[in-house]
């Protein structure tokens, strides 16, 4: 089973809908995040989490909310969803944590959500 | 200005070249350095992170240059395996910030 696990992996829904991709995690990290994927854009930053309590705005947050349920969830909304939002949908978790060594920063990645807003 | 920038490829090279990925990155107080690798449909994956005093990993050296916010990837003896797309990562005070990335195609 995949330590980072995203559902749903496809998605096409129409202008206007509601959309929550979710994601859950195995690796009890305490940082998580959404990137989107658009060709030559590479992945964009949308929400990230450092624990259950803290949400930060990445670079494109606008048009999207984020809920941290628990420690190993972190889901992802599109309140009305737009064309412009289709793109490719990446969880990922980090082992970052201050003041705890070895860790290296690596980022791992759920398998993606590929969402078609039409 | 983008905050990651990496060389726009794409790079189509024969079996057994040496090629060299190149990124710059803005924000002087960026902590700590990666280089992904991205096959097509597929998650990013790290390759290698990127260390001040230079590392390799087999046919792959990663370079840190600290002064000029630059950061190097050098692939030897290319690899039909090695196509793929080719991310340049760095790691903020807070986030990770990714490049456009490199798409790199090596043909027998």
């Known amino acids: 089973d995949a330590d980072v696990t995203q559902t749903p992996r496809n998605r096409i829904t129409k202008t206007g809908k509601r959309i929550m991709l979710e994601c859950s995690q195995t690796?009890?990290?305490?940082?998580m995040y959404w990137y989107r994927q658009d060709p030559g854009l590479g992945l964009r930053l949308i929400y990230y989490s450092f624990d259950v309590k803290d949400i930060n705005k990445g670079e494109i947050s606008d048009g999207y909310s984020v809920s941290r349920q628990a420690q190993a969830k972190f889901s992802l909304s599109l309140e009305s969803a737009i064309p412009n939002q289709t793109a490719l949908y990446f969880c990922a978790t980090s082992d970052l944590q201050s003041g705890r060594a070895g860790n290296t920063g690596e980022l791992f990645f759920g398998e993606g959500s590929r969402l078609t807003v039409l | 200005r983008k905050e990651v920038e990496q060389d726009p490829g794409p790079f189509n090279v024969p079996e057994g070249a040496t090629v060299a990925f190149n990124c710059t990155y803005s924000n002087s107080a960026s902590q700590s350095f990666f280089w992904y690798r991205q096959d097509c449909r597929k998650e990013p994956k790290l390759l290698m992170s990127?260390?001040?005093s230079g590392n390799e990993d087999g046919r792959f050296t990663a370079q840190l240059n600290r002064a000029s916010q630059y950061i190097s990837l050098l692939i030897r003896d290319s690899k039909l395996s090695d196509s793929a797309t080719y991310l340049c990562?760095?790691?903020?005070?807070?986030?990770?910030?990714f490049g456009a990335g490199t798409r790199l195609t090596v043909k027998p």
């Open positions: 690796k009890g990290h305490d940082r």
């Open positions: 990562v760095v790691n903020g005070q807070s986030d990770m910030r």
């Open positions: 990127v260390y001040s």
